[in-house]
């Protein structure tokens, strides 16, 4: 994969939308989007725009360096810096506010349902960009050869469609998939004698979780524990909420199983040894505690995952209350336990 021209078209995408007319990114680029990462490399960059925008998009697109390949009623091809965009003109069926096709051979023909309505943003890194729904992108890469005979099934376009089809049933993960078993809190303020402040407001919270009968993967597993009730819980004095919509200092609905990087159990214990000792050795009791309840579950874990896919960006209304937040999720399958492993401060 080339970093370097991946790079460029995310600035470029960046561009595009703040422009101001309203956009999607539809194709390759719309599910890499949606699913936090970036998957392969793209050899355009392909967009949904309102027709009725066309004029003013196209001549802001001009105003910025980009060449016109082709205009019409159906579609506007760009290119800058050898990269293409291609901007699909979409309208609204009056009756039912359906989009349609907007020009061409196939105008007034309408898109998969769902297209551009009720789709959170998708995001990469620190950029975030509207996006065609999830499903309706399935539809259209099932359905093109079928609407455009002449056009082949491609190889890329069935990857694209097991990997949206896979991150989607992760995503719909019921909150049962999980058997929450029971939690344990470490405070270090317990621990700490007289005046001695290296407890440093810290503390360890473990939710332990039973596995599914039937194995799911791990994004599965993720998914159900990002729907799960316990998973909502502040980490700063509220609880579990059966309604929350905050996790530590994030957002809920931003944190998805793309948000989770696996990391070895060594690493893991490092992260947690450094933030643990960083005030210097903890008590003889506290630390048992720490590895009963920590350290132990690490070593015969089969994965490890840890929340490194958010950011500020992602903190709640009151989000930065925590001056650490460090999250591991621990999959020992051959235990059949998952559990849910938050170090922090407050």
């Not at 990114?25 to 960059?45: N, S």
């Not at 694209?160 to 029971?182: I, N």
């Amino acid at each position: 994969m080339d970093a370097r021209r991946t790079q460029r078209q995310l600035s470029m995408i960046g561009e595009v939308r703040d422009l101001g007319p309203e956009v999607w990114l539809r194709g390759g680029w719309a599910m890499d989007f949606w699913l936090g990462e970036v998957t392969r490399e793209h050899e355009d960059v392909d967009w949904f725009a309102w027709a009725e925008d066309a004029q003013r998009l196209g001549d802001l697109l001009v105003a910025r360096g980009y060449e016109v390949l082709s205009a019409d009623d159906q579609q506007l091809d760009v290119v800058r810096d050898g990269e293409e965009h291609g901007f699909a003109f979409v309208t609204r069926r009056r009756s039912d506010g359906r989009v349609l096709v907007a020009g061409g051979p196939w105008a007034g023909t309408p898109w998969p349902e769902g297209l551009l309505d009720g789709v959170e943003p998708g995001r990469l890194g620190g950029l975030e960009c509207p996006v065609a729904s999830p499903e309706a992108q399935i539809e259209i890469k099932r359905m093109m050869p079928v609407w455009v005979p002449e056009r082949p099934r491609r190889r890329k376009d069935a990857v694209d469609t097991a990997r949206l089809e896979a991150a989607l049933a992760a995503l719909h993960a019921t909150d049962d998939t999980l058997v929450h078993e029971g939690s344990a809190f470490v405070n270090f303020r317990t621990y700490a004698s007289g005046e001695d402040w290296g407890h440093g407001f810290r503390w360890l919270d473990t939710k332990h979780f039973r596995l599914p009968a039937a194995p799911l993967p791990d994004t599965g597993l993720l998914a159900a524990l990002i729907a799960h009730e316990q998973f909502r819980d502040d980490y700063a004095g509220g609880g579990v909420l059966p309604l929350g919509r905050r996790h530590g200092p994030f957002w809920r609905r931003l944190i998805t199983p793309a948000a989770y990087a696996p990391v070895p159990a060594a690493d893991a214990a490092h992260l947690l040894r450094t933030w643990a000792d960083q005030y210097g050795p903890v008590p003889e009791a506290l630390e048992a505690d720490l590895r009963r309840e920590a350290f132990a579950r690490l070593t015969p874990a089969t994965t490890i995952h840890h929340l490194t896919g958010v950011g500020e960006d992602d903190f709640h209304d009151w989000g930065g209350v925590h001056g650490e937040f460090h999250e591991l999720v621990v999959i020992d399958r051959a235990a059949g336990h998952l559990t849910l492993l938050v170090a922090a401060d407050d």
